[in-house]
């Protein structure tokens, strides 16, 4: 089990402050738990980020207020290969990232990876 937690509040001395600055996640939670037996590992990892709205009427597009995302991965080892399923924005939340791009809805990944 792991969980982080940043609360962050900038200023700045310009009279038209950064994007970057007025665009930061204000509040940044973090948490992960991953439970493994034997060569099967489940986890589950979630991240909570709250920042100033904005919109961009230029390119259509707005920062979200706030988004609570949650995914999750098993993975399974067997000799020398490693197999996992990932499911990334279970909730299919609805966000962007700093410069406004809408962000993937849910999404699911596979793979196999061996070690030599």
Do not use: C
């Not at 509040?9 to 738990?33: G, N």
């Not at 490693?82 to 699911?108: C, E, H, Q, R």
Request: proline share 3%.
């Amino acid at each position: 089990v792991n969980a982080s937690a940043t609360f962050l509040r900038s200023t700045s001395s310009d009279s038209i402050p950064s994007f970057y600055i007025i665009s930061h996640a204000k509040t940044l939670l973090q948490q992960s738990i991953v439970y493994s037996i034997k060569n099967l590992s489940i986890g589950l990892t979630s991240i909570y980020k709250e920042r100033s709205p904005n919109l961009a009427p230029g390119i259509k597009a707005s920062i979200t207020r706030d988004y609570w995302l949650v995914n999750a991965k098993a993975n399974f080892k067997y000799k020398m290969m490693d197999v996992f399923v990932a499911v990334n924005n279970i909730g299919n939340i609805d966000y962007s990232d700093l410069l406004g791009s809408k962000m993937p809805g849910s999404w699911t990944t596979a793979g196999l990876s061996v070690s030599f």
